[in-house]
């Protein structure tokens, strides 16, 4: 069982950067595709960013040349969320897939951008 651990949450104002951090506290999450994914009251779960264990990138529309996700080492993976939108409110989840293996969630961290 995979067990994720995100931090770097917090409250920002618009314009301004935060970099998340998801770090797997049992497994090697280079075994895994990586995601960011975030939720707002009453709206479902979003997929914000994705790295395959390939390297390949996938984005929301509504990120694009904004967030960049990465692998930081062979136990984290990183968020860089930079020119943050108020729409950009929402609690961060990490998930970790892999096939053949039940997915994991983190528990979630929140970012809160302010005007």
């Known amino acids: 069982q995979v067990v994720l651990v995100e931090s770097g949450g917090g409250l920002v104002q618009a314009g301004g950067s935060l970099r998340l951090s998801c770090t797997g506290e049992t497994s090697i999450l280079r075994l895994y595709h990586m995601g960011w ?3 707002t009251p009453g709206k479902q779960r979003e997929m914000v960013a994705r790295i395959q ?3 390949t990138t996938t984005y929301a529309d509504s990120v694009k040349g904004r967030f960049i ?3 930081v080492n062979e136990w ?3 968020l860089q969320m930079d020119s ?3 729409e950009d409110t929402a609690v961060y989840y990490c998930r970790a897939d892999r096939a053949g ?3 994991a969630w983190g528990q979630g961290t929140q970012v809160t951008v302010a005007s």
Do not use: A, E
Request: charged share 35%.
């Open 76 to 78: 984290t993976v990183s």
């Open 101 to 103: 293996f039940n997915d």
């Open 37 to 39: 994914y975030r939720q």
């Open 53 to 55: 264990r390939d390297g």
């Open 84 to 86: 943050l939108k108020l």
């Open 69 to 71: 996700i990465s692998r």
